[in-house]
């Protein structure tokens, strides 16, 4: 099947549940980002720094940029001027960078925390306990250029949908109990629940997603 058709049939499942579509253009040459540009998607997502540069200043001007990947401190000064969403913010000391350098440009830059949800061991993501000391600690809620727009998981890499389901909706029960208990925060503004991917979105969208990050279903498989 062609991008087009991938992404229309992708679409008409996210557009049942009201979500959005981010197409991971990930090691993907531009034309075929063009081809998705063309078919109607905006929203691309990257892993990884220096391609989502050479990318932006290549594309048209009006597509909004997403940071997936894991985000190194000393590498947010070359994404804060253009990127529109950072998916996987870990740590305060990652949101303190964010911070500063979005008081540089003057911007306010929103950004998702990633929770860690799987069953695997990963060094990346939020636990619970973690997020409920980053809430409350006064480095963050003085934070004026960044904005926490939500949260963004990763199922455990499995066959079975059972374990993935549970995963993705105790994410969900979190978001929601977070989206309330924080909602007089001044940086916190919880709208997104990014969750799910080729594998797996359609799990997540019954478990309460807004937003799946889809690659290799759009564009192929990729290789590296
Ligand atoms: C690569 C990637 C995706 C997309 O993966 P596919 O299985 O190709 O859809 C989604 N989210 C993150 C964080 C990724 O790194």
């Given at each position: 099947?062609?991008?087009?058709?991938?992404?229309?049939?992708?679409?008409?499942?996210v557009?049942?549940?009201?979500?959005?579509?981010?197409a991971?253009?990930?090691?993907?040459?531009a034309?075929?980002?063009?081809e998705a540009?063309?078919a109607g998607?905006?929203?691309?997502?990257?892993?990884k720094?220096?391609?989502?540069v050479?990318?932006?200043?290549q594309?048209?001007?009006?597509i909004r940029w997403h940071?997936?990947?894991?985000?190194?401190?000393?590498?947010?000064?070359?994404i804060?001027?253009?990127?529109?969403?950072i998916?996987?913010?870990?740590?305060?000391?990652?949101l303190?960078?964010i911070d500063?350098q979005g008081k540089?440009?003057?911007r306010?830059?929103?950004?998702?925390?990633?929770?860690h949800?799987?069953e695997?061991e990963s060094?990346?993501?939020?636990?619970?306990?973690?997020?409920?000391?980053l809430?409350?600690?006064?480095?963050?809620?003085s934070?004026?250029?960044?904005?926490?727009k939500g949260?963004?998981?990763?199922?455990?890499?499995t066959?079975?949908?059972?374990?993935?389901?549970?995963e993705?909706?105790?994410?969900?029960e979190?978001f929601?109990?977070?989206?309330s208990?924080?909602?007089?925060?001044?940086n916190?503004?919880?709208?997104?629940?990014?969750m799910?991917?080729s594998?797996?979105?359609?799990?997540?969208?019954?478990?309460g997603?807004n937003m799946?990050?889809?690659?290799?279903s759009?564009?192929?498989?990729?290789?590296?």
């Amino acid at each position: 099947m062609s991008i087009k058709a991938n992404i229309e049939k992708i679409n008409k499942t996210v557009k049942q549940y009201n979500a959005h579509l981010i197409a991971v253009s990930k090691t993907k040459p531009a034309d075929q980002i063009m081809e998705a540009y063309e078919a109607g998607i905006v929203d691309f997502g990257e892993n990884k720094v220096q391609e989502l540069v050479e990318k932006e200043q290549q594309l048209p001007k009006d597509i909004r940029w997403h940071m997936i990947g894991h985000l190194q401190r000393n590498k947010v000064k070359y994404i804060a001027p253009f990127v529109y969403l950072i998916h996987g913010v870990d740590s305060l000391r990652l949101l303190k960078e964010i911070d500063k350098q979005g008081k540089r440009l003057d911007r306010v830059i929103s950004c998702l925390l990633q929770v860690h949800i799987a069953e695997e061991e990963s060094k990346f993501g939020f636990s619970i306990e973690e997020l409920n000391l980053l809430f409350e600690d006064p480095d963050f809620t003085s934070m004026r250029n960044i904005v926490i727009k939500g949260f963004m998981g990763m199922a455990t890499f499995t066959e079975d949908p059972d374990q993935i389901k549970k995963e993705f909706m105790g994410l969900q029960e979190l978001f929601k109990s977070f989206s309330s208990l924080h909602s007089d925060k001044s940086n916190v503004d919880m709208k997104i629940l990014s969750m799910g991917m080729s594998g797996d979105f359609e799990i997540a969208l019954e478990s309460g997603s807004n937003m799946v990050r889809v690659g290799s279903s759009i564009f192929g498989s990729r290789n590296y």
